[in-house]
C-alpha cells in the first residue's frame, strides 16, 4: 500500500508565532526616558556557556525578537546611538520560554552601561500554551530507576501514569501523545507509545538539558498530534569541559525479603553505568573551536540479571504412561474414537480406571514426550480432578541489556548562523524464562527466545538570521526500528519431524488445551522508520511576528510475522457430550483428539507507506 496525498499546509499564527516548543525566544519593546519607542537599536543576547551570539534590530515599532535560543543561561545588551549600553544578565531559558523583557533606556554614551540583573517573568503572556517542565538538575536530583527521565512525569499537572512506561496527558490515549528530540519526533511511527522503552529512543538521562511536557493549547507545528506532546531537549557542550561517570549497583543483599515470603530472596544483579562528556572542539596546533564548536558523548549501558522462586506443576510420571485416575479424584475421560448414538443420543465409552493404553498413544503425542519437553516432579504438591498442581518448585531467570548512546555537535559559524547535528542509538536485548519453568526442553518456552530491538535516531537543525526582521530555521530528522524474533525452532520442520505431514516447517506446531500449552512461537520481524523534513520562516512586520512553515514526513512499516503456518491444534473429545466435570485435555493430545485445527500462512510481508504533510 502506497498511498500518498499531495497537500501542502502552512500555519500562521500572531505575536507567540516564534516560539518553538525546544527552544526559547525573547522579546520586548525599547524605549526612551519620555516612553517613546526607540528604532533601530541593536540587540545581542549571548549564551554565557557557550558564547554563542544572536543579533537583531528593534523595528519601526521598537520591538526586537530573538527566536530558536537554545535551554542555558543568557544575558541581553541594547544598545542605540545617544543612550547609555543596557545590559540584563542572568536571564535562564528554558525549552519553549517566551518572556517578554521590556527596557527603558537612558541618555547618555554609548560607552556607558547599566547593568540589571533579575530572573525571567513567572508569567509569559506572549504563549497560549499549557506546559510543564523538568530541568536536568531536578530529574538528576531525585532517584530514578534505570536513568529514566520519564519515569517521573506524574509529578507533572496533567500528566498520568496509565501502566509500565505509559503516560498520557488530559486522559487521552498513551499512543496518541507526541515525544520529539531536538524537534525531531523519536518514536516507532506506526505503533509507538510515548516513552517506551522499545518504541521509542530514550536519551542518556545525564544528557537531557530538560523535559517539558505541553497538554493543551499545541503550537501550530504540532498539527498531526492527537492530544499531549513531550520534548525533550539535548544538552550542548559549553567553554568548559564536563564529565560524569555513574555506576548504580545492588544485589539480593541490599534487598529486604517481605515479611510474609517463605522462601529465600533469590539471586538478583543490577549494573547501571552511566558516563557523559561535553566541550569545545579543541585539536592541540589545528582548531581551536571555543566559542564556536562543541561535542556531546552520552552513553548508558543498563546489565540485570534477576531470578525468582516460582511454584508451578508439571505433568506426573504416571500421566505421561495414560493414568489420569489422579487417586480417584480425577474426572472421567472417554475415548473419543467410540463416540456413536444411542437412542437418539450422543454417547461415548469411558476408560478403565481412567487409565489410557499406552498402544492408543498418537504418534505425534509420542514423539513429542520422547523429547523430555516437560520437568519432573521435585515435590509432592496436591491433586485436583483436573491434575496435579503446585508440585514442582525452580528459579527463574531473567536478563536484560540495554545500551544508549548520544552524540551532539553544535557549530556557530556567524552570529547570524548555526547549526547542530545529533544522533542517538538504543539497542535493547531481553531473554527470560519466567513463568515458564515447567519446560526442560528450552526450546518450547516463548519467553526464553532473545528479543532485539534496534533503534536510531538523527536530527539536524540549521537557523539563520536572514535580517534583523527574517530568521528561518531548516530541519531534517530520521527514525528507524528494527525488532527481531528468531526461536530456536524456527525452519527447522518439527512438525514433520513429530509426524504431521505437509506442513510447512517455519514454526512449532501449537497444541492447545493441554493444561502446558506448547507454543514457543514463530519468526517476526519489522522495520518502522520515518524521515522528515521541516522548515520554519519567521517575519516581524510592525507590532506581529508572522510564522510560516511546512513538514513534510515520510513513514513506512515493513513487518513479516510467521507465527503458524505449522498449524494451531486444539484438543478436546475426551468428555462425555453436554456432561459437565469430565474429559482432560492432555488426555485428549496423548490421543491425538484434535477438536479443530488452523493453519496461517503469510505469502507476503506487511509494508504500508504513508506521507504526512
Known amino acids: 500500500m502506497d498511498k500518498s496525498v499531495p497537500a501542502l499546509i502552512l500555519f500562521f499564527a500572531l505575536a507567540a508565532a516564534g516560539q518553538d516548543a525546544r527552544t526559547a525566544a525573547l522579546t520586548g519593546v525599547v524605549t526612551d526616558p519620555a516612553g517613546a519607542v526607540v528604532t533601530g537599536a541593536k540587540v545581542t543576547v549571548v549564551n554565557t556557556a557557550t558564547r554563542f551570539t544572536s543579533e537583531g534590530l528593534t523595528n519601526e515599532t521598537g520591538r526586537y525578537f530573538i527566536p530558536y535560543l537554545a535551554p542555558g543561561p543568557y544575558e541581553l545588551r541594547i544598545e542605540a546611538p545617544g543612550f547609555t549600553s543596557h545590559l540584563r544578565t542572568d536571564i535562564q531559558l528554558r525549552a519553549g520560554d517566551f518572556p517578554r523583557i521590556d527596557v527603558q533606556l537612558e541618555l547618555g554614551a554609548v560607552t556607558e552601561s547599566v547593568t540589571v540583573s533579575g530572573a525571567v517573568p513567572l508569567l509569559q503572556t506572549e504563549t497560549a500554551t499549557t506546559t510543564a517542565t523538568l530541568q536536568n538538575q531536578v530529574f538528576m536530583r531525585i532517584p530514578v530507576m534505570q536513568s529514566r527521565a520519564f519515569n517521573i512525569l506524574t509529578y507533572l ?13 488530559i486522559g487521552q490515549r498513551n499512543r496518541s501523545m507526541g515525544y520529539s528530540v531536538d524537534g525531531v519526533s523519536a518514536k516507532e511511527p506506526v505503533r509507538g507509545a510515548a516513552t517506551h522503552h522499545t518504541e521509542t529512543v530514550l536519551t542518556t538521562m545525564d544528557a537531557i538539558e530538560e523535559v517539558r511536557v505541553l497538554t493543551t493549547g499545541l503550537p501550530a507545528e504540532f498539527g498531526r498530534i492527537g492530544s499531549g506532546m513531550i520534548v525533550a531537549v539535548m544538552k550542548s557542550g559549553t567553554n568548559q569541559l564536563h564529565g560524569s561517570l555513574e555506576d548504580r549497583y545492588f544485589n539480593r543483599y541490599l534487598l529486604h525479603r517481605r515479611y510474609f515470603d517463605r522462601l529465600p530472596q533469590s539471586p538478583v ?6 558516563a557523559t562528556l561535553s566541550g569545545p ?4 596546533r589545528i582548531y581551536n573551536g571555543r566559542d564556536r564548536s562543541f561535542f556531546l558523548l552520552g552513553w548508558y549501558r543498563h546489565h540485570e540479571k534477576a531470578s525468582e522462586t516460582e511454584i508451578t506443576q508439571v505433568p506426573t510420571e504416571a500421566m505421561l504412561n495414560g493414568d489420569f485416575s489422579f487417586g480417584g479424584l480425577g474426572y472421567p475421560i472417554f475415548d473419543p474414537f467410540t463416540t456413536r448414538q444411542v437412542n437418539g443420543s450422543w454417547v461415548r465409552d469411558p ?3 481412567n487409565r489410557i493404553p499406552v498402544s492408543l498413544f498418537d504418534p505425534v503425542a509420542r514423539n513429542f514426550l520422547n523429547q523430555n519437553p516437560w520437568h519432573r516432579p521435585n515435590q509432592p504438591g496436591f491433586v485436583e480432578a483436573g491434575g496435579p498442581r503446585e508440585n514442582f518448585v525452580a528459579v527463574t531467570r531473567y536478563r536484560a541489556y540495554r545500551t544508549r548512546l548520544d552524540t551532539k555537535f553544535d557549530q556557530q559559524l556567524s552570529p547570524t548562523h ?6 542517538s542509538h538504543n539497542f535493547h536485548w531481553l ?5 515458564n519453568i515447567a519446560y526442560a526442553w528450552e526450546l518450547l518456552n516463548p519467553a526464553a527466545v532473545p528479543t532485539p530491538t534496534d533503534m536510531g535516531n538523527f536530527a539536524f537543525s540549521d537557523t539563520w538570521t536572514i535580517s534583523p526582521t527574517t530568521i528561518n530555521e531548516f530541519r531534517i530528522g530520521a527514525t528507524r526500528r528494527i525488532f527481531t524474533r528468531r526461536p530456536d525452532s524456527y525452519g527447522q520442520n518439527w512438525a514433520e519431524r513429530l509426524g504431521i505431514p505437509n506442513t510447512p516447517p517455519e514454526t512449532f506446531p501449537q497444541f492447545n488445551n493441554l493444561g502446558w500449552a506448547v507454543n514457543p512461537g514463530g519468526f517476526a520481524k519489522s522495520v518502522a522508520e520515518e524521515i522528515s523534513l521541516a522548515n520554519n520562516f519567521t517575519r516581524i512586520i510592525g507590532r506581529h511576528t508572522l510564522k510560516a512553515g511546512w513538514e513534510l514526513a515520510r513513514s513506512r512499516f515493513n513487518n513479516v510475522d510467521e507465527d503458524r503456518p505449522s498449524g494451531i491444534y486444539n484438543m478436546g473429545g475426551t468428555d462425555f457430550p453436554f456432561r459437565p466435570a469430565t474429559g482432560n485435555g492432555f488426555a485428549a493430545f496423548l490421543l491425538g483428539a484434535v477438536q479443530s485445527a488452523q493453519f496461517t500462512r503469510n505469502y507476503a510481508t506487511w509494508l504500508p507507506r504513508w506521507w504526512t504533510h
Open 157 to 169: 499537572p496533567g500528566v498520568n501514569a496509565t501502566g509500565f512506561l505509559a503516560y498520557n496527558a
Open 269 to 274: 544483579g543490577y549494573h547501571q553505568l552511566t
Open 281 to 284: 572542539v579543541v585539536l592541540p
Open 351 to 353: 476408560f478403565p480406571n
Open 418 to 423: 548555526k547549526f547542530f547535528v545529533r544522533y
Open 431 to 435: 531473554w527470560s524464562n519466567r513463568g
